[in-house]
């Protein structure tokens, strides 16, 4: 293997530490970068910031190898946080992890890296990069990591050719039991440190607390299919397709299942033009259920669109989801719909429809709307 200058992101967790120790066995210069995307919060206790950086620290005096910060946070906030905000303002449920990855780790961060001297970059992701040979020259495929369980091509889908042909992931081929073992047997500080969950600027405090602070908001009415009004919302941007808990319509009277227990109440739909919400009762309600989607915003990793021809099509329109069968519609510049199979559960404007051919992640776009079915 050629010996290469590798950058590598460090978050301060297990993953991108074991990252950086498989790299360095391999024979590379390896050099750490530790990404400071938000500071807004900074001695807060839902923001760890402080210590993740300690951590990558610490790892990378055990691994014997140079790391330092630098500083996104201007970058996030115009390319992320201003986007994440817009489209909560639009009653629509974004995915911030999808427009970081696209616009700070493998965009700002490998701009960066390039200007550090590097082959090339290196995240803790769990992904594969496969180059295949073609007739117009190399072509690289973003491929699922071995460990579906831990699977994050979902999140990376809007990688292009330039960035995956400068980046590397050193774990997509492993299973994350490897990777703590591995941790522990090194004794790094960080070995049983648990996995982050969501984004930084939100941490574990309540979603709708923090939303409170940059968004304007407009209380309205709740309504069933029917038209009954049957509450208030507190702003459309609070809630999601599908939420269950947290719509605050304790009291309210609903039908039994043959069970005899009441089925749960759900949100179904959002009116933006009358500021008006709706719910539902039970988990499969035709308001719940897509039989196709629309998507915009599309990104396509080989830079056209997919051609069935290749094989059958699968999309996850959620990142926690077994692949659907599904055909690709309408694949133009602009847009492209789908149209599954089976029906798909809370189908959410502002989420990724990303597809895939058996491994390969194709690239996807942003969910616009979705086909449910009327009472």
């Given at each position: 293997?050629?010996?290469?200058?590798?950058?590598?992101?460090?978050?301060?967790?297990?993953?991108?530490?074991?990252?950086a120790?498989?790299?360095?066995?391999?024979?590379?210069?390896?050099?750490?970068?530790?990404?400071?995307?938000?500071?807004?919060?900074?001695?807060?206790?839902?923001?760890?910031?402080?210590?993740?950086?300690?951590?990558?620290?610490?790892?990378?005096?055990?691994?014997?190898i140079?790391?330092?910060?630098?500083?996104?946070?201007?970058?996030?906030?115009?390319?992320?946080?201003?986007?994440?905000?817009?489209e909560?303002?639009a009653?629509?449920?974004?995915?911030?992890?999808?427009?970081c990855?696209?616009e700070i780790?493998f965009?700002?961060?490998?701009?960066?890296?390039?200007?550090?001297?590097?082959?090339?970059?290196?995240t803790?992701?769990?992904?594969?990069?496969?180059?295949?040979?073609?007739?117009?020259?190399?072509?690289?495929?973003?491929?699922?990591?071995?460990?579906?369980?831990?699977d994050?091509?979902?999140?990376?889908?809007r990688?292009?050719?330039?960035?995956l042909?400068?980046?590397?992931?050193?774990?997509?081929?492993?299973?994350?039991?490897?990777?703590?073992?591995i941790?522990?047997r090194?004794?790094?500080?960080?070995?049983?440190k648990?996995?982050?969950?969501?984004?930084?600027?939100?941490?574990?405090?309540?979603?709708?607390e923090?939303?409170?602070?940059?968004?304007?908001?407009?209380?309205?009415?709740?309504?069933?299919?029917?038209?009954?009004?049957?509450?208030?919302?507190?702003?459309?941007s609070?809630?999601?397709?599908?939420?269950?808990k947290?719509?605050?319509i304790?009291?309210?009277?609903?039908?039994?299942?043959?069970g005899?227990?009441?089925?749960?109440?759900?949100?179904?739909?959002?009116?933006?033009?009358?500021?008006?919400?709706?719910?539902?009762?039970?988990?499969?309600?035709?308001?719940?259920?897509?039989?196709?989607?629309?998507?915009?915003?599309?990104?396509?990793?080989?830079?056209v669109?997919?051609?069935?021809?290749?094989?059958?099509?699968?999309?996850?329109?959620?990142?926690?989801?077994?692949?659907?069968?599904?055909?690709?519609?309408?694949?133009?510049?602009?847009?492209?719909g789908?149209?599954?199979?089976?029906?798909?559960?809370?189908?959410?404007?502002?989420?990724?429809?990303?597809?895939?051919?058996?491994?390969?992640?194709?690239?996807?776009g942003?969910?616009?709307?979705?086909?449910?079915?009327?009472?």
């Open positions: 293997m050629t010996r290469r200058r590798v950058v590598i992101g460090m978050s301060g967790g297990v993953d991108s530490s074991v990252a120790w498989l790299l360095k066995e391999q024979g590379h210069e390896v050099i750490g970068l530790f990404m400071k995307n938000w500071e807004d919060d900074d001695n807060d206790a839902y923001c760890s910031t402080r210590q993740d950086w300690l951590d990558a620290v610490s790892v990378a005096d055990v691994l014997g140079d790391i330092e910060a630098v500083n996104f946070t201007a970058e996030y906030k115009d390319r992320v946080f201003a986007e994440f905000l817009r909560y303002q009653g629509r449920t974004p995915n911030p992890d999808v427009l990855n696209a780790k965009k700002a961060f490998l701009d960066h890296a390039m200007r550090l001297g590097a082959d090339a970059i290196a803790g992701h769990y992904a594969r990069v496969r180059e295949a040979a073609t007739d117009a020259g190399p072509r690289f495929e973003l491929l699922k990591a071995i460990d579906a369980s831990k994050q091509s979902y999140f990376l889908h990688l292009n050719q330039a960035q042909a400068n980046t590397i992931f050193p774990l997509g081929g492993m299973h994350k039991t490897e990777i703590r073992a941790a522990a090194l004794g790094l500080p960080n070995a049983a648990k996995d982050s969950t969501g984004i930084c600027f939100i941490g574990e405090r309540p979603f709708r923090f939303l409170n602070r940059y968004l304007s908001y407009q209380p309205g009415p709740m309504k069933t299919p029917d038209g009954s009004v049957v509450g208030e919302h507190v702003g459309l609070f809630y999601t397709l599908g939420q269950r947290g719509i605050g304790g009291g309210l009277k609903s039908h039994k299942n043959a005899g227990d009441s089925d749960p109440w759900y949100v179904a739909r959002k009116d933006i033009a009358d500021n008006t919400l709706y719910i539902v009762q039970g988990h499969d309600h035709p308001w719940l259920l897509a039989s196709a989607l629309e998507a915009d915003q599309i990104s396509w990793v080989a830079g669109a997919p051609d069935a021809a290749n094989g059958p099509l699968s999309a996850k329109t959620r990142y926690r989801q077994a692949d659907v069968d599904c055909s690709l519609q309408r694949p133009v510049v602009e847009g492209f789908l149209a599954f199979l089976e029906p798909q559960w809370a189908v959410t404007p502002g989420q990724s429809a990303v597809l895939y051919q058996g491994d390969v992640c194709l690239g996807g942003i969910i616009s709307g979705a086909t449910t079915h009327d009472l």
